[in-house]
């Protein structure tokens, strides 16, 4: 069993080495996958409907709920799992069941067949963000971690911009079926890749020095988790705004093809281009500006994402009501920069407030959390409202069920504001800015 870097003797480095780069452009890799085989279904909505005669409610029940119930609790055990055995390993075997999973996507004949699917990716992927966030905890230093994990977090934007132009292009080329096998394919050669050249790092050499006795066991660290109010807000605000973005990203596609014109072709090109800039480039930004100013006063961890989130929301109204697809992706590089914030800060607090041997389950706790809120939640939703709308709005239903996630907005904001209280105070009661 892996010890404390200080049990060891070893120093803790001023520096983060070349092989914790290599290792975060790995794991940055896979997490593309991960996302990248997970947004495949709202990119290819229009032509899986159009093949599989589903409805938007169908559709929003396996990207939401179907899918966020494998992925959150499944997620827990994994967590616990990974803590206690070898996170490199854990990853390896998820991002294999995911890509297969993904590739029998392609080969779904009905509703049933690609629920089920969707279903096994969503197991998959449970196993794939906590053992990372571990790892990456355990080869950056406190005060570049917010910084390396943003740079991890680049894995959804970049996953979300290169499923956009990849499984549009092939779709368009071949068929819908195709993208899914291809892509899915591709993360079979990640899994041989990530297993041969990551090595497991020592838990905890990169933090203060724990006794042999400071181990949790898996009910202790829930128990942790739960008793936490920052970790619980931080958790909840997420997931708030979360509904934000599964609900209305499992639907952005479908939205710009069917009530705003926008081709396949078009998809592949422009909607990529700004998934890529604006998602991105808000992530990234996001763990510079956390790390330079939670240095400072801790409260940043939620005033940065509330601050983020009122920006967004006149962007997200101007989105909904433009009326050319044009415009609409204009109005949409808002959304996708600062809805993100939000990833970053939570993620980085809780690897910051938590215990070495407690990080991937208390990341397990966090995503069931925000994503079991958003992701069951969102998608499942606006689908259902859609299809409540279509019937007398057959022209914009999509559009009226996004109007209905405007409150979540202010919702989201209110949570972070409450959580800066909490930290506030945590802060004046350690004597720690």
Same mark, same amino acid.
Not at 94 to 119: D, E, H, K, P, Y
Not at 155 to 175: D, E, H, K, Q, R
Not at 352 to 378: K, W
């Given at each position: 069993?892996?010890?404390?870097?200080?049990? +060891?003797?070893?120093?803790?480095? /001023?520096?983060?080495?070349?092989?914790?780069?290599?290792?975060?452009?790995?794991?940055?890799?896979?997490?593309?996958?991960?996302?990248?085989?997970?947004?495949?279904?709202?990119?290819?909505?229009?032509?899986?409907?159009?093949?599989?005669?589903?409805?938007?409610?169908?559709?929003?029940?396996?990207?939401?709920?179907?899918?966020?119930?494998?992925?959150?609790?499944?997620?827990?055990?994994?967590?616990?799992?990974?803590?206690?055995?070898?996170?490199?390993?854990?990853?390896?075997?998820?991002?294999?069941?995911?890509?297969?999973?993904?590739?029998?996507?392609?080969?779904?004949?009905?509703?049933?067949?690609?629920?089920?699917?969707?279903?096994?990716?969503?197991?998959?992927?449970?196993?794939?963000?906590?053992?990372?966030?571990?790892?990456?905890?355990?080869?950056?230093?406190?005060?570049?971690?917010?910084?390396?994990?943003?740079?991890?977090?680049?894995?959804?934007?970049?996953?979300?911009?290169?499923?956009?132009?990849?499984?549009?292009?092939?779709?368009?080329?071949?068929?819908?079926?195709?993208?899914?096998?291809?892509?899915?394919?591709?993360?079979?050669?990640?899994?041989?890749?990530?297993?041969?050249?990551?090595?497991?790092?020592?838990?905890?050499?990169?933090?203060?020095?724990?006794?042999?006795?400071?181990?949790?066991?898996?009910?202790?660290?829930?128990?942790?988790?739960?008793?936490?109010?920052?970790?619980?807000? /931080?958790?909840?605000?997420?997931?708030?705004?979360?509904?934000?973005?599964?609900?209305?990203?499992?639907?952005?596609?479908?939205?710009?093809?069917?009530?705003?014109?926008?081709?396949?072709?078009?998809? /592949?090109?422009?909607?990529?281009?700004?998934?890529?800039?604006?998602?991105?480039?808000?992530?990234?930004?996001?763990?510079?500006?956390?790390?330079?100013? @939670?240095?400072?006063?801790?409260?940043?961890?939620?005033?940065?994402?509330?601050?983020?989130?009122?920006?967004?929301?006149?962007?997200?109204?101007?989105?909904?009501?433009?009326?050319?697809?044009?415009?609409?992706?204009?109005?949409?590089?808002?959304?996708?920069?600062?809805?993100?914030?939000?990833?970053?800060?939570?993620? @980085?607090?809780?690897?910051?407030?938590?215990?070495?041997?407690?990080?991937?389950?208390?990341?397990?706790?966090?995503?069931?959390?925000?994503?079991?809120?958003?992701?069951?939640?969102?998608? @499942?939703?606006?689908?259902?409202?859609?299809?409540?709308?279509? +019937?007398?709005?057959?022209?914009?239903?999509?559009?009226?069920?996004?109007?209905?996630?405007?409150?979540?907005?202010? +919702?989201?904001?209110?949570?972070?504001?409450?959580?800066?209280?909490?930290?506030?105070?945590?802060?004046?009661?350690?004597?720690?800015?």
């Amino acid at each position: 069993m892996l010890t404390n870097a200080a049990q +060891a003797g070893a120093t803790i480095p /001023a520096r983060p080495g070349t092989q914790a780069w290599i290792t975060l452009a790995i794991l940055c890799f896979v997490y593309v996958l991960n996302f990248l085989d997970r947004s495949l279904l709202s990119i290819l909505a229009k032509p899986i409907e159009d093949s599989l005669h589903i409805t938007d409610g169908q559709l929003g029940l396996i990207g939401g709920l179907l899918f966020a119930v494998f992925y959150c609790f499944i997620s827990i055990p994994v967590g616990w799992l990974a803590d206690k055995t070898g996170r490199v390993w854990v990853l390896t075997a998820a991002c294999t069941i995911w890509s297969g999973a993904t590739m029998a996507c392609g080969f779904a004949a009905n509703f049933a067949q690609l629920a089920v699917a969707r279903m096994t990716v969503g197991f998959g992927e449970a196993g794939g963000v906590p053992p990372s966030y571990a790892i990456i905890s355990d080869y950056f230093p406190s005060g570049r971690r917010g910084t390396a994990l943003s740079i991890y977090n680049l894995g959804p934007p970049i996953g979300a911009a290169l499923g956009t132009a990849f499984g549009a292009s092939i779709a368009a080329a071949y068929s819908w079926r195709a993208a899914f096998i291809v892509l899915g394919s591709v993360g079979v050669v990640a899994a041989i890749l990530l297993r041969s050249a990551v090595r497991e790092p020592v838990r905890g050499g990169l933090d203060r020095p724990h006794s042999q006795s400071e181990t949790s066991g898996f009910w202790q660290t829930i128990a942790m988790f739960f008793s936490r109010p920052s970790l619980v807000l /931080a958790a909840l605000g997420s997931g708030i705004t979360q509904i934000v973005t599964y609900g209305a990203g499992g639907f952005t596609t479908l939205f710009l093809m069917r009530e705003k014109g926008m081709t396949l072709e078009e998809v /592949a090109i422009w909607s990529a281009l700004v998934v890529a800039v604006g998602m991105g480039g808000g992530i990234f930004i996001s763990g510079l500006v956390i790390d330079r100013f @939670t240095r400072r006063w801790k409260q940043a961890y939620a005033l940065i994402p509330a601050i983020s989130l009122i920006i967004a929301l006149p962007f997200f109204i101007g989105f909904v009501w433009a009326p050319t697809w044009q415009l609409a992706l204009i109005f949409l590089l808002g959304p996708y920069c600062f809805n993100f914030f939000y990833l970053s800060s939570s993620v @980085t607090l809780v690897q910051e407030e938590v215990r070495p041997d407690q990080r991937v389950t208390s990341s397990a706790l966090l995503l069931l959390v925000m994503n079991f809120t958003g992701m069951a939640i969102g998608p @499942t939703f606006v689908g259902a409202a859609s299809d409540y709308f279509r +019937a007398n709005h057959p022209h914009n239903s999509l559009q009226l069920a996004f109007w209905l996630l405007v409150p979540c907005y202010f +919702a989201a904001i209110a949570v972070f504001l409450w959580l800066a209280r909490v930290l506030k105070k945590e802060s004046l009661s350690t004597g720690v800015p």
